[in-house]
C-alpha cells in the first residue's frame, strides 16, 4: 500500500501529461495556474477591510483559507499524493462552510433553528466536521460532492435576484454566475473529455478551471456582501468598487461602506 505522501498515491488523476516539464513536479500547469490564489486572497483581504471592521472580521479568516486553497492545490497537482488530494478538497469545503456561516441570509435558515445565526453556524460546524471524516471513506467522489453544492447556492443566488432591484447587486450576480459556469465547464472538460483535448494537443482545462474560479471568489464575495447587507446592515450603505480603476473594463470588486445614517 503506497503511502499516502507517494506520488501518485491519488486515484485521481487530470488530463494534463504527468512529468513532462519537471522530474519534480507531476501536472506543471495545473500546479503553476494556482498563482493566481495568492494575488487575489491578499488583495481582497485588503480591500475588504472596511467592510470586514463594520461585519465580521471573519472575512479575514476567508481569505485566508482561500490562499490556503492554493497552497494544497498546488501541492496536489505536483505530486499528486493521496495527502494533497484530502488537503485540497478539505480546505474547500472549510472555505464553503465558513461562508455560509457569515452571510446566509437568516430567512434562509432551517425551521427549527429559527433566524438564530450562532445555533446556525454550529450546525454548520458540524455539518462540516462529519463531511470532513466522510471524505476520507469514498476520496474519488470529493470533488463532485463539492460542485454539488453549487446547487444550493445558485438556489440562494436566483432568489436574492428575483428579490433585488439593485442593479449593482443583479449584475454581480450575473458575472459571478458565468464565471463559475465557464469554471464549471473547463472543470468537466477536463474530466470528461481528456481523449478529445489530449488528440487535439491541449490538456489545460483543468489550468482553466483554476483561473476561473479563482477570479469567481472575488465576485461571489462581493455578491454574497451585498446580499448579506440587505439583511444584517440595513443602516449601511454598500457601494461597489473596482480595482484598480471602476473606470477599466475588468477588475476585481469590492465593497466601500458609506456609513451610518441613524439618528441619535
Not at 471524516?133 to 453544492?149: D, E, G, H, K, Q
Not at 472538460?189 to 488528440?199: A, E, G, K
Not at 465576485?219 to 451585498?226: D, E, R
Request: aromatic share 18%; with cysteine; proline share 5%.
Amino acid at each position: 500500500m503506497p503511502s499516502i505522501f507517494a506520488y501518485q498515491s491519488s486515484e485521481v488523476d487530470w488530463c494534463e501529461s504527468n512529468f513532462q516539464h519537471s522530474e519534480l513536479v507531476a501536472e506543471f500547469y495545473n500546479t503553476f495556474s494556482n498563482v493566481t490564489f495568492f494575488i487575489f486572497g491578499p488583495l481582497m483581504m485588503f480591500l475588504m477591510h472596511p467592510y470586514a471592521q463594520k461585519r465580521s472580521r471573519s472575512i479575514y479568516a476567508l481569505c485566508v483559507l482561500f490562499m490556503v486553497i492554493g497552497l494544497f492545490s498546488m501541492y496536489f497537482h505536483m505530486t499528486l499524493s493521496f495527502l494533497g488530494q484530502l488537503l485540497d478538497e478539505i480546505s474547500i469545503l472549510w472555505l464553503l462552510a465558513g461562508g455560509y456561516s457569515i452571510w446566509m441570509p437568516r430567512c434562509y435558515f432551517p425551521t427549527f433553528l429559527g433566524e438564530n445565526r450562532p445555533q446556525f453556524i454550529c450546525l454548520v460546524f458540524i455539518a462540516t466536521m462529519v463531511s470532513t471524516f466522510l471524505s476520507f471513506l469514498r476520496p474519488t467522489v470529493n470533488a463532485y460532492a463539492l460542485n454539488s453544492i453549487a446547487v444550493h447556492i445558485l438556489y440562494i443566488v436566483f432568489q436574492e435576484y428575483k428579490k433585488t432591484s439593485n442593479k449593482e447587486l443583479r449584475h454581480l450576480i450575473e458575472v459571478s454566475v458565468v464565471l463559475w459556469a465557464f469554471a464549471l465547464t473547463s472543470w468537466i472538460s477536463d474530466r470528461f473529455l481528456c481523449s478529445f483535448w489530449q488528440q487535439i494537443n491541449f490538456s489545460y482545462m483543468h489550468s482553466i478551471w483554476h483561473l476561473f474560479i479563482s477570479i469567481t471568489f472575488p465576485y461571489g464575495m462581493v455578491t454574497m456582501a451585498l446580499v448579506d447587507a440587505r439583511y444584517e446592515m440595513p443602516n449601511q450603505t454598500l457601494k461597489v468598487r473596482y480595482w484598480p480603476r471602476d473606470t477599466w473594463p475588468v477588475g476585481l470588486p469590492y465593497v466601500e461602506i458609506s456609513g451610518d445614517h441613524k439618528n441619535c
